[in-house]
């Protein structure tokens, strides 16, 4: 699936080494850092292309080929060339970089509007003249909210996965660890409710402890990287390979569905029926998403084997709004569905790197990073705060809601019934307020919107607008046939 690249041989030269002495601080410090690259290629002589693409060192993986543009530099077999490869992509070296290039914590400022995080507004847009300490209450509040979010990152040092000697997903897992955490933040919001907060000075709910338990990078955790590889291998999905938004939202669900018919219901590591929403009855020819009331209810019964009407629910909704960019007339779209009391945010992000949105402040989206490496915790309820830790960030990164990849997938909680009827009123309004191009659709049936097409006339068109339409078609067939997510 991937793209190979050329391997080439780079000398301080030829990436800008007079940057150092010429340029501002912030291309100093990149020049500092291309330049401590392409020394290590130069001592040690690009002689190791033969050789595999990981080199393990203290049980982590080490890419030999640091990617510099559209070529590559080698670093073989040193140990040196190894030590500096790990300064460079450190903890500290990256807190460093993003202090000097910017792109740490966001900015946030009361004149760009509230934030809305994951179906909760936070009003931090009040006159500050008149609500000084009820504005910083608000962005401590926020702050508070966005930090008890649960992050997944990258990992190392954990059990190979399966017959490989992969011991970490740097530079590969960034979509795993993006739905992990969507996934994650279903569980929160079922267990705990949309209310909780992590507290320092209060012992840990045993339920947050389990959830994140159940993230652990083994096969004897229920949703670790391990197993999502073996449920998705029908999808493409391989070790040390990327995987796009659509074959990740089906690799959940087959997880879910063996998991299902494995262990009792009551014992059921994911509490909720998962329903992937699809372009037509067929499930895969694109077209805008529909979400068939029909279909919800069968996956509840499904899930309960019977025995119940209706489940607590988990959709998602893989898109794709654009070919190359995504379509500016979503992006109004996609700020509102951070306003449902359903909204679990959007594994989304740039071409090759994966995020997890989570929230928005006028036109940019708030995310979850899961690009910084840590070492593999095990989380056994004793000294939890110390092994807890890793899974929260006060650090908060935005990206231009017009610049994320047009290949993404929405995700929503319902709790009940009546939740899932409010989730459907309101995807239907904003379905209405597209102008003809919705990010999805809703139908009570196959047979109804099969009625409805034919009264549309021979094309079945439903109202869309012919130019933006015929797109949309277009782009959904591209996303269900590759994934455009590249190795990172």
Not at 84 to 112: A, H, P
Not at 122 to 136: L, M
Not at 329 to 347: D, E
Not at 410 to 420: A, E, M, Q, S
Request: hydrophobic share 35%; net charge negative.
């Amino acid at each position: 699936m991937g793209r190979p690249e050329r391997s080439v041989s780079l000398s301080p030269a030829d990436i800008g080494l007079h940057s150092i002495f010429f340029y501002e601080p912030t291309h100093v410090f990149c020049g500092f850092i291309m330049v401590l690259k392409s020394i290590c290629e130069r001592i040690i002589g690009a002689t190791c292309s033969s050789k595999s693409s990981v080199e393990t060192i203290d049980n982590s993986q080490v890419p030999a080929s640091l990617k510099v543009g559209s070529g590559e530099i080698y670093f073989g077999n040193s140990g040196w060339a190894a030590a500096v490869w790990k300064v460079v992509n450190s903890g500290s070296m990256r807190r460093f970089q993003e202090r000097v290039l910017g792109t740490g914590r966001t900015e946030i400022s009361s004149s760009d509007g509230d934030i809305w995080l994951l179906g909760v507004c936070h009003n931090i847009s009040q006159q500050e003249s008149t609500a000084n300490v009820d504005t910083r209450n608000e962005f401590a509040a926020f702050e508070q909210d966005f930090s008890s979010k649960i992050l997944v990152t990258y990992r190392k040092g954990f059990d190979a996965i399966g017959d490989s000697k992969y011991t970490s997903d740097v530079n590969w897992g960034c979509m795993f660890r993006s739905s992990q955490m969507l996934v994650a933040q279903a569980l929160l919001f079922h267990k705990l409710g949309r209310s909780w907060r992590k507290n320092i000075d209060k012992p840990l709910d045993k339920e947050y402890i389990e959830i994140l338990q159940s993230f652990g990078d083994s096969e004897a955790s229920a949703f670790s990287i391990h197993n999502l590889l073996q449920a998705g291998k029908d999808y493409g999905l391989a070790v040390g390979s990327w995987v796009g938004p659509y074959a990740m939202c089906r690799t959940w669900e087959v997880l879910a569905r063996n998991q299902r018919e494995t262990d009792n219901l009551a014992e059921q590591p994911l509490p909720m029926a998962i329903y992937v929403v699809s372009g037509d009855e067929d499930g895969e020819r694109g077209g805008a998403p529909v979400v068939c009331i029909e279909d919800a209810s069968k996956r509840c019964s499904d899930f309960s084997r019977g025995k119940l009407v209706w489940t607590p629910l988990l959709l998602l909704v893989p898109l794709v709004l654009g070919l190359d960019k995504i379509n500016p007339r979503y992006i109004p779209l996609l700020q509102s569905i951070f306003k449902f009391p359903q909204s679990l945010g959007i594994l989304g992000g740039k071409p090759g790197a994966s995020t997890y949105l989570i929230g928005v402040q006028g036109d940019k989206a708030l995310y979850l990073d899961p690009h910084e490496v840590q070492q593999v915790v095990n989380i056994n309820g004793e000294s939890q705060e110390t092994s807890t830790s890793s899974y929260h960030s006060n650090v908060i990164r935005h990206i231009p809601l017009d610049s994320i990849d047009p290949s993404l997938a929405i995700g929503f909680y319902c709790r009940d019934k009546d939740d899932f009827d409010d989730f459907c009123s309101r995807a239907s309004k904003l379905a209405e307020e597209s102008n003809g191009a919705p990010l999805f659709t809703v139908a009570q049936s196959w047979r109804f919107l099969s009625q409805t097409a034919s009264n549309n006339g021979p094309g079945g068109n439903l109202g869309f607008q012919d130019d933006d339409s015929v797109d949309m078609d277009v782009a959904n067939e591209a996303g269900n046939n590759e994934d455009d997510w590249q190795l990172l």
